[in-house]
């Protein structure tokens, strides 16, 4: 096959996300496609509005290969700018909302957009851009705010043509910056390829149909909400946008529009079990969710009992999927932590050599796939150790079973060495957390000047429940070895543990906290 021959042929096997979007707008036409508390959308005019849009974009020259930033609450402007930039090979910039001004302008200078649009409650954060930032040409805002122009008017200006087909699979879709437990920025290029696949492994995993509708509270800068509105819509199902978490909101869109699926993770599963009002709403279309049954176990079968739902235990990331392995566990049962490894990846665990290691043994998780993300922007030396060997990895310590279930043991970075021995906090933290009051455990290591480094145990406890230092450290010596045992414990309120947008607990912020005499156990 001579090159022109293999450029056409690459062509005709592209996979592309706007191809999936294209297809939805035409095959689910009349179907609902974005719902939220106070309106809905149709597939068809969801595409007409990104065709609309895309239109303005273009008139405005933004070109393939350009890279627009969003810094937005989960709403369906956020869909569009998706939908819009992906016909036209546009690379979306996912700013977290969370971030501090500074922040976001390191954000920006790495990914130096050309336009930003924002939600009217976030513009603010963007006024150190102006100066930072003259690449910027268009400051676009959702609501009406001053200095920005409108979103509505910037649309009603454009026709809602189709656009050409340009994008390839190569395209870089989205930048997911990923600063994961470390404080520390990376920005992940996620291609079309592997948007698209990732929205055809969970459509396959969960046995997604049009009947079927997502909880979107998740952010959308985050590849637990991104791929889970790709698999929706691939799927013709419904996708409700929240601005924020709230359980209240939840229960009464589920309820109304018959939603099926969402993620549920530390902090906002507590509120969704608890609350009040949910026995008061009609929730039977809720079918599953997904999140980390290693962190809660028993609160986990407390809501998969009350709700009457499956619960996948999910283990992932940003820079390959949130669908690496899950497993569900069904109504009232205590999770198994064994997860199935998820199809179309390759996995392997292996040592720091690359050898593969025998069933049982724990080892660093690599993989590859359509899926992977395409490299780090602008990081030559994150690059060189990610992709090392020729594979991704993942950075988490796993064991594969005789069974082919993988078990996550923990993050390689995460491992405590006291007194010469290596402990793994997220092995700890599964002990604590089948103490009947314990929701939820975080472990981490803490200097110690006879063994180097000690265990400390953050705690929060149960709605109701009460227990002392001293029956927790009981409770460890019945059920744990010695030098795994903590020997700090310390309690505090969930909504005082510092968290990511998804949930996850932030360790090097509790590393920072100082120890305390009462905190000390024997």
Request: glycine residues 8%.
């Amino acid at each position: 096959m001579n090159q022109t021959q293999a450029l056409l042929a690459a062509q005709a096997t592209d996979v592309t996300l706007d191809g999936l979007f294209r297809r939805s707008f035409a095959v689910f036409a009349d179907r609902n496609a974005l719902t939220w508390a106070d309106g809905e959308r149709s597939y068809r005019e969801l595409g007409e509005r990104a065709w609309r849009l895309a239109g303005a974009l273009s008139a405005r020259g933004h070109r393939r290969g350009d890279t627009i930033a969003v810094l937005s609450e989960t709403r369906p402007e956020y869909v569009e700018c998706y939908a819009a930039m992906a016909a036209l090979g546009i690379t979306v910039a996912t700013l977290n909302i969370r971030l501090h001004p500074r922040e976001l302008a390191v954000c920006c200078a790495k990914c130096k957009p050309a336009a930003i649009l924002v939600s009217g409650a976030l513009a603010a954060s963007t006024a150190g851009l102006r100066e930072a930032m003259p690449g910027i040409r268009d400051w676009v805002a959702f609501d009406s705010v001053e200095g920005f122009e409108d979103y509505e008017a910037l649309l009603a200006g454009s026709a809602a043509d189709e656009p050409p087909r340009i994008a390839s699979g190569e395209d870089i879709h989205n930048i997911l910056f990923t600063s994961g437990t470390t404080g520390a920025p990376k920005g992940a290029l996620i291609s079309q390829r592997a948007a698209a696949t990732r929205a055809l492994r969970l459509a396959q995993w969960f046995g997604l149909t049009p009947d079927d509708g997502f909880i979107g509270w998740l952010p959308l800068f985050h590849c637990g909400g991104d791929e889970s509105l790709y698999a929706t819509l691939l799927t013709g199902g419904r996708f409700a946008t929240f601005p924020r978490a709230d359980v209240r909101e939840m229960f009464r869109l589920i309820e109304r529009d018959r939603l099926s699926w969402t993620l549920l993770l530390p902090g906002v599963l507590t509120d969704f079990l608890h609350h009040p009002e949910r026995k008061a709403h009609d929730l039977s279309s809720f079918r599953f969710a997904i999140g980390y049954a290693n962190m809660m176990p028993q609160v986990i079968a407390e809501l998969t009992a009350a709700c009457h739902i499956d619960f996948y235990d999910a283990f992932g990331q940003s820079e390959v999927s949130y669908l690496i392995a899950h497993k569900p566990s069904g109504p009232g049962e205590l999770p198994s932590l064994r997860k199935l490894p998820s199809p179309l990846l390759d996995i392997r665990i292996v040592d720091d050599a690359m050898n593969e290691l025998p069933v049982g043994q724990a080892g660093e998780c690599v993989v590859r796939g359509p899926s992977v993300m395409s490299g780090y922007l602008d990081d030559d030396a994150a690059n060189a150790e990610v992709f090392r060997g020729g594979w991704l990895h993942t950075g988490d310590l796993l064991r594969r079973e005789a069974d082919g279930s993988l078990v996550y043991v923990d993050r390689k970075k995460y491992l405590i060495k006291t007194g010469g021995e290596n402990v793994y906090p997220a092995e700890v933290e599964a002990v604590i957390a089948r103490h009947p009051a314990v929701q939820e455990a975080c472990v981490i290591g803490v200097p110690d000047a006879r063994w180097g480094e000690t265990i400390k145990a953050v705690l929060v406890l149960r709605e109701g429940r009460s227990v002392d230092r001293q029956e927790i450290a009981a409770f460890c010596r019945e059920h744990l070895a010695g030098y795994k045992r903590p020997r700090w414990l310390q309690f505090m309120r969930s909504d005082e543990l510092p968290r990511s947008t998804t949930g996850k607990l932030q360790r090097h912020e509790l590393a920072r906290q100082p120890l305390a005499d009462d905190q000390r156990v024997d």
